[in-house]
């Protein structure tokens, strides 16, 4: 595949390039969630016992299928840059994108201070030398991420299909290396979940545990980012988002077999590493190398994919004017939405030098379950105004409105088990988003041209 | 080793912010604010996709 | 309906609202931080006895644990800290109040905004 990227002002207009197929679609997905099979997902552990974080990896597992099935068949259809913004802003309206492409833009960039913090800290464990901080290992990955972002979206992915690819596999080779078969060799889950222990805080824990389950697939509905730079949208997005469902629910079942077989609960629910850990113990050096290195891999791809979402998101955000105009500049060579990239690196890098990694990934927890609410309602507007037939759509899911439906309940859920434990977090986050609607629909509003939102050759919504 | 690399790490972070803060600057300076926001939204559909049944 | 032609927003004022949302990300996400309210909630029962029985760890944690470096007192302060679930109704009630009043006004203005935008964009034609 040659791209030729020379000076290309085709008349008097620059825009994103279509480049991207099916596997970058895939490798943006799976790129941006795998890490949490590395760390975070474990924290349920921690919540509500090893039994709980099985519970949650399917149920959620559920509500991410219910988010990729809805997502599918929206973006398939409103194919921009934005992806959950510009679906906001044709279906609901104006103030809804604006706190849209905010729950985006944060979600991603918490999620690539997370990956961040991760990789320093990873190395300097790996080290164990005195002194050794993790602040030159965080800026050499954003400020690297973001020059790669900055160069072009086709070498960004084609890189992220790499590395996840290898993150992956080492997954894969670490299951079947601890004869998954046979218990008692390598693997004692029988010895280590027990009934005694299995739900430490009984069925309360289960639900509090929704908070990091969310973290086996948070990122998944980012392939949506992608949809400009995608040659053909219809097709390649549902394709590639599926793909990546059930290659990460595969992740997450053989991630929670392993790791559950290895460590006790109480471990398995702090460490930072769980399968760099799991590695370790099985007393492979080679598998600890290589579970270490995908570690790394992993937070890298991840970090990756969010500078690569985030920017377009905040990008969408200056073309409406939503935000000042200027931020919707992309660069005449590389194509790249770089002023946003640009933007969003100092503030990534200012609070992956001050948050810790659990309040990182808090923040982006939080970000993205606002985020799912509103795509449940969102679905359903969206059916309402245009009934199928209407419009031309990519994909249409099946059992409209259950996933609808489920998505909602799950989110309510979910919100419930924020609460238990993280709530004063959860309502500071809200009131900002509040206070900072205010100020858009009040103030910056004025600025912004009202029919030319509407950007798809569409008829008339129903009921307008 | 590591302590090596980490200020390899602080050497490869400054060298790229500084390339992108001037290319930042070179793109800025030749080309007019015009061109550099002219994307729109939803251009290549309106070509590629019909949304008529 | 005529259409509406925004303002045109000077410079400054480009400069400004830049500044106001980047002064309003981080206090959301840096002042809970400052406050101690971010984290989990979660304290040690400090127990008397230090040993894998009294921690409630079979042979096969134990072994597990000293595999990891740890020993019964390294890994009591792990063990111990607990998360302790009790539903607080009046934070929860003012919980849901906040997200609900959120998604309302955030549909309702939407609403208004979203018919302006319709009226313009099919009216035109």
Request: hydrophobic share 50%; glycine share 8%.
């Amino acid at each position: 595949m040659t791209i030729a990227l020379e000076p290309a002002v085709h008349g008097d207009r620059v825009s994103l390039l279509r480049v991207l197929g099916p596997a970058h679609v895939w490798a943006l997905g799976v790129g941006i969630v795998l890490v949490g099979e590395f760390t975070g997902w474990n924290f349920s552990a921690d919540k509500g016992g090893a039994l709980a974080a099985l519970i949650v990896c399917w149920i959620v597992g559920l509500l991410y299928t219910s988010v990729a099935m809805i997502d599918s068949e929206v973006t398939s259809t409103v194919a921009a840059a934005g992806g959950q913004y510009a679906q906001a802003k044709h279906i609901v309206g104006p103030l809804m994108a604006f706190n849209v492409a905010l729950f985006l833009v944060f979600a991603y960039t918490m999620l690539e201070v997370s990956d961040a913090i991760l990789l320093g800290d990873t190395i300097v464990a790996k080290a164990g030398v005195d002194g050794l901080t993790h602040n030159s290992f965080i800026a050499a990955t954003i400020v690297v991420l973001a020059w790669l972002n900055y160069r072009g979206v086709l070498m960004t992915l084609n890189v992220n299909f790499i590395i996840t690819a290898i993150a992956y596999i080492s997954i894969v080779i670490l299951f079947f290396s601890v004869s998954p078969w046979t218990q008692g060799a390598v693997l004692k889950l029988n010895e280590l979940v027990t009934p005694g222990n299995a739900l430490p805080y009984g069925w309360i824990g289960v639900i509090a545990a929704f908070q990091f389950g969310i973290w086996y697939y948070l990122g998944i509905e980012g392939t949506t980012q992608a949809a400009e730079e995608v040659r053909s949208p219809a097709r390649s997005l549902p394709y590639g988002t599926m793909a990546g469902m059930i290659t990460l629910l595969i992740a997450a079942a053989m991630t929670w077999y392993v790791c559950a077989s290895l460590m006790p609960w109480e471990y398995l629910g702090i460490t930072y590493y769980p399968l760099w850990d799991a590695g370790k113990l099985t007393g492979s050096p080679l598998l600890e190398n290589l579970l270490f290195i995908a570690t790394l891999l992993a937070a890298i791809a991840s970090a990756n994919g969010c500078i690569n979402d985030a920017a377009r998101a905040w990008f969408s955000l200056g073309r409406d004017r939503y935000l000042p105009s200027w931020f919707s500049a992309v660069h005449p060579r590389y194509r790249t939405p770089y002023r946003s990239i640009l933007f969003l690196l100092p503030i990534a890098l200012a609070f992956a030098f001050i948050a810790d990694l659990n309040q990182a990934i808090t923040f982006s927890i939080l970000s993205g379950v606002l985020q799912y609410t509103f795509m449940s309602i969102n679905i359903m507007m969206f059916r309402k105004k245009w009934p199928l037939g209407s419009i031309r759509r990519g994909y249409t899911h099946p059992f409209h409105p259950l996933p609808a439906i489920v998505l909602f309940c799950l989110c309510v859920v979910t919100f419930f088990a924020i609460f238990l434990g993280f709530g004063s977090q959860l309502i500071a986050m809200v009131a900002f988003y509040f206070l900072i609607s205010l100020w858009f629909h009040f103030y910056r509003y004025k600025f912004v041209r009202r029919g030319d939102q509407f950007t798809m050759p569409w008829p008339k919504p129903q009921g307008y | 080793m590591w302590v090596a690399l980490s200020y390899a790490c602080w050497g490869i972070s400054i060298v790229l912010a500084l390339w992108m803060l001037y290319d930042w600057f070179k793109v800025d300076t030749t080309y007019s604010e015009e061109v550099l926001t002219s994307s729109r939204e939803g251009e290549l559909e309106a070509v590629s996709e019909k949304h008529r049944i | 309906m005529s259409r509406y032609t925004p303002p045109v927003q000077s410079k400054a004022g480009q400069v400004f609202d830049i500044v106001v949302v980047v002064v309003a990300i981080f206090v959301a996400l840096w002042l809970p931080l400052k406050l101690g309210l971010a984290g989990a909630a979660k304290s040690i029962d400090a127990l008397e006895t230090k040993t894998w029985e009294a921690l409630g760890q079979n042979p096969t944690m134990a072994s597990i644990w000293e595999k990891l470096g740890y020993t019964p007192e390294t890994a009591h302060d792990i063990i111990q800290n607990r998360f302790h679930y009790i539903i607080d109704w009046p934070t929860l009630i003012i919980m849901a109040a906040v997200l609900i009043g959120y998604f309302v006004f955030l549909f309702r203005a939407s609403d208004r905004e979203y018919r302006d935008v319709i009226n313009e964009k099919f009216e035109d034609k």
